[in-house]
T-cell receptor, first 116, second 111 residues
Framework: EPEVTQTPSHQVTQMGQEVILRCVPI?????FYWYRQILGQKVEFLVS????????KSEIFDDQFSVERPDGSNFTLKIRSTKLEDSAMYFC??????????????FGAGSRLTVL | KQEVTQIPAALSVPEGENLVLNCSFT??????LQWFRQDPGKGLTSLLL?????REQTSGRLNASLDKSSGRSTLYIAASQPGDSATYLC??????????FGSGTRLQVQP
């Protein structure tokens, strides 16, 4: 069964460092997402991406965050200068083209980011 | 703003019991509702998706219902097994490309 693949599974970084989290969505999917889950809290939407541009972002997704699809397969989330409160599990998700709500979102296993 | 609430927050049952997890939401203008399973430290596995025009969906021992007018969904698990132990999340798609998640119900099925 097709999967969304995320790397790294766990990254530890110092406060102020840049971090790039990588995702390989399912190959025929066209919509890509990043969500995060701080330990013990709800899964929160960060950003959605379609047709090589951001289609929606939450208030969490400030200037410290950026997303990119550098080639035909990868989808990345960059945090420019990490803060302690960025420590969380970051999930990538994708879905195929179709009417809104018509398709199941497929999530990756997540990348755990620990900022020290 | 859509608010999603899940009750109970945690549930412990003996193996074999049938159980119901509840999800309530404040805005009935939804495209669909999804139930996910999350194992500790792991990703989210989609269990069932109910379109806004549907009343229920079934997959194996799982049955999910949707009542938009009352802002409620339930996930029914029949004949629970220890392998069902996980956190169950409901999430709403309002068609704005982002899911709104509840805080989940942590289920423990005792052998």
């Amino acid at each position: 069964e097709p999967e969304v693949t995320q790397t790294p599974s766990h990254q530890v970084t110092q406060m102020g460092q840049e971090v790039i989290l990588r995702c390989v969505p399912i190959s025929n999917h066209l919509y890509f997402y990043w969500y995060r889950q701080i330990l013990g809290q709800k899964v929160e939407f960060l950003v959605s991406f379609y047709n090589n541009e951001i289609s929606e972002k939450s208030e969490i997704f400030d200037d410290q965050f950026s997303v990119e699809r550098p080639d035909g397969s990868n989808f990345t989330l960059k945090i420019r200068s990490t803060k302690l409160e960025d420590s969380a599990m970051y999930f990538c998700a994708s879905r195929p083209q179709g009417a809104p709500g018509a398709n199941v979102l497929t999530f990756g296993a997540g990348s755990r980011l620990t900022v020290l | 703003k859509q608010e999603v609430t899940q009750i109970p927050a945690a549930l412990s049952v003996p193996e074999g019991e049938n159980l119901v997890l509840n999800c309530s939401f404040t805005d009935s203008a939804i495209y669909n509702l999804q139930w996910f399973r999350q194992d500790p430290g792991k990703g989210l596995t989609s269990l069932l998706l109910i379109q806004s025009s549907q009343r229920e969906q079934t997959s194996g021992r799982l049955n999910a219902s949707l009542d938009k007018s009352s802002g409620r969904s339930t996930l029914y698990i029949a004949a629970s097994q220890p392998g069902d132990s996980a956190t169950y999340l409901c999430a709403l798609d309002t068609g704005r490309r982002a899911l709104t998640f509840g805080s989940g119900t942590r289920l423990q099925v005792q052998p």
